[in-house]
């Protein structure tokens, strides 16, 4: 299909492809109920008008096409002489069924009941009823009609069962191909309303999950900063409100942005950087940190999962830095690698397996799940040996899923 082929022009994602198919889709399904979908238990009227004035010519020409194989003249007169026919019928079926509608109303209203709702496939049995006493009947008019026209001696109706019983046979098929069409657009609807329906469930149920991993890490990063801030009072009152200050300032803005599931990689980073800050005023000298970023990376246009990487960084500075006595380096890189943006945090601390302190692994538990929940197999958390003796994190993610359109730009 074209769609497929639009995904070889540079630029143009496979999302955006989806996107362009299934608005195309809806446009086709809309025009399609527009003009062409019979629905006359929603809009009796509309559905009607809709039979006569497109399906009614539709239907009749194609019908003059098959029985008439001599010239024009011959199928148009078919034409118009069943297209009449036709006409007389459906008007017929729509004064009989409105006016049993009315009666039917008020009937239930005595007894002070609702009116019972009826289907599309109730209408078009009840016209299907209606087709050959309303061929008849169309026969007389018509024939009224020309001998009230027409000057000269009068033509007697005449009810030929070969010719009418092949037209009730295809007012019967029209009817029944109403019949089949609509039960498909139903059966389309429900299962379009179902996969909705389903498809929302599982964003409500991994919205949920996401919460609870986010709710379960801001409380490991609060107990972790207070320690920090524990640390510093009797040794140094003075650092330690600084620090009170600064972390309140933190934690303002994580609360605010730990209230949606993305955000900017720039906020991510300045999360890093602050928390660094609070842990430079416990360990001084002893922790140096460098963040680093690649260049041609708008990291105003790149939205990651909120604290997806500052558990990390926390992690090197409680495990691989703290029980080490000459201190240690952290450092935090932002790359690319092909399609895949790197985050990564490396320190030279003790590596795995060494620091005195028992880790739960509830941190690089959540961001796996975090990462398998939002990217699929396509998001992943690496951990390896650092190149200077302690621990390598690399969190990898799909570029083109984190990328969003610079402002101003299409």
Same mark, same amino acid.
């Given at each position: 299909?074209?769609?497929?082929?639009?995904?070889?022009?540079?630029?143009?994602?496979?999302?955006q492809?989806?996107?362009?198919?299934?608005?195309?889709?809806?446009?086709?399904?809309?025009?399609?109920?527009?003009?062409?979908?019979?629905?006359?238990?929603?809009?009796?009227?509309?559905?009607?008008?809709?039979?006569?004035?497109?399906?009614?010519?539709?239907?009749?020409?194609?019908?003059?096409?098959?029985?008439?194989?001599?010239?024009?003249?011959?199928?148009?007169?078919?034409?118009?002489?069943?297209?009449?026919?036709?006409?007389?019928?459906? &008007? +017929?079926?729509? $004064?009989?069924?409105?006016?049993? @509608? *009315?009666? /039917?109303?008020?009937?239930?209203?005595? !007894?002070?009941?609702?009116?019972?709702?009826?289907?599309?496939?109730?209408?078009?049995?009840?016209?299907?009823?209606?087709?050959?006493?309303?061929?008849?009947?169309?026969?007389?008019l018509?024939?009224?009609?020309?001998?009230?026209?027409?000057?000269?001696?009068?033509?007697?109706?005449?009810f030929?069962?070969?010719?009418?019983?092949?037209?009730?046979?295809?007012?019967?098929?029209?009817?029944?191909?109403?019949?089949?069409?609509?039960?498909?657009?139903?059966?389309?609807?429900?299962?379009?309303?179902?996969?909705?329906?389903?498809?929302e469930?599982?964003?409500?149920?991994?919205?949920?999950?996401?919460?609870?991993?986010?709710?379960?890490?801001?409380?490991?990063? &609060? +107990?972790?900063? $207070?320690?920090?801030?524990?640390? @510093? *009072?009797? /040794?140094?009152?003075?650092?330690?409100? !600084?620090?009170?200050?600064?972390?309140?300032?933190?934690?303002?803005?994580?609360?605010?942005?730990?209230?949606?599931?993305?955000?900017?990689?720039?906020?991510?980073?300045?999360?890093?950087?602050?928390?660094?800050?609070?842990e430079?005023?416990r360990?001084?000298?002893?922790?140096?940190?460098?963040?680093?970023?690649?260049?041609?990376?708008?990291?105003e246009?790149?939205?990651?999962?909120?604290?997806?990487?500052?558990?990390?960084?926390?992690?090197?500075?409680?495990?691989?830095?703290?029980?080490?006595?000459?201190?240690?380096?952290?450092?935090?890189?932002?790359?690319?690698?092909?399609?895949?943006?790197?985050?990564?945090?490396?320190?030279?601390?003790?590596?795995?397996?060494n620091?005195?302190?028992?880790?739960?692994?509830?941190?690089?538990?959540?961001?796996?799940?975090r990462?398998?929940?939002?990217?699929?197999?396509?998001?992943t958390?690496?951990?390896?040996?650092?190149?200077?003796?302690?621990?390598?994190?690399?969190?990898s993610?799909?570029?083109?899923?984190?990328?969003?359109?610079?402002?101003?730009?299409?």
């Open positions: 299909m074209i769609w497929d082929v639009l995904e070889g022009f540079p630029g143009v994602s496979r999302i492809v989806v996107n362009f198919n299934s608005g195309k889709e809806r446009r086709m399904n809309r025009v399609w109920k527009w003009l062409f979908s019979l629905n006359f238990e929603r809009n009796f009227l509309v559905s009607f008008l809709k039979l006569l004035f497109i399906w009614n010519p539709f239907s009749s020409f194609l019908m003059s096409l098959i029985y008439e194989k001599g010239s024009l003249q011959s199928i148009g007169f078919r034409w118009g002489w069943s297209f009449l026919e036709a006409t007389f019928i459906g &008007l +017929f079926a729509m $004064l009989i069924i409105w006016s049993y @509608l *009315i009666g /039917e109303k008020f009937w239930y209203g005595r !007894q002070g009941k609702s009116r019972p709702l009826h289907g599309t496939g109730w209408f078009l049995l009840f016209m299907a009823i209606l087709v050959p006493p309303g061929l008849y009947l169309a026969l007389r018509i024939v009224y009609l020309i001998n009230w026209t027409f000057v000269g001696d009068p033509i007697t109706p005449e030929h069962w070969e010719y009418y019983g092949s037209e009730t046979f295809w007012g019967w098929m029209l009817l029944l191909v109403f019949f089949f069409v609509k039960s498909w657009e139903e059966l389309r609807d429900a299962a379009r309303s179902s996969r909705l329906r389903a498809e469930l599982e964003k409500e149920r991994l919205q949920a999950l996401l919460t609870k991993l986010k709710d379960q890490m801001n409380p490991h990063f &609060l +107990f972790n900063t $207070l320690n920090t801030v524990a640390s @510093l *009072i009797p /040794e140094d009152p003075a650092k330690a409100e !600084q620090v009170v200050i600064k972390l309140s300032s933190l934690f303002q803005a994580v609360l605010e942005a730990t209230r949606k599931t993305n955000h900017a990689l720039k906020k991510e980073l300045e999360f890093c950087r602050d928390y660094l800050d609070i430079k005023s360990f001084g000298a002893r922790l140096v940190s460098r963040i680093k970023v690649a260049e041609g990376l708008d990291l246009n790149i939205q990651v999962p909120v604290l997806i990487l500052q558990p990390l960084v926390e992690n090197a500075v409680k495990h691989g830095i703290s029980s080490r006595a000459g201190g240690g380096h952290i450092w935090v890189e932002v790359g690319k690698q092909e399609n895949q943006l790197a985050l990564s945090v490396e320190d030279d601390g003790v590596g795995f397996g620091s005195p302190y028992a880790g739960s692994g509830t941190a690089l538990e959540n961001c796996r799940k990462l398998n929940l939002e990217f699929g197999a396509e998001g958390l690496e951990v390896t040996a650092g190149k200077k003796g302690g621990a390598r994190l690399v969190i993610l799909p570029l083109n899923k984190v990328s969003t359109p610079e402002k101003g730009k299409s």
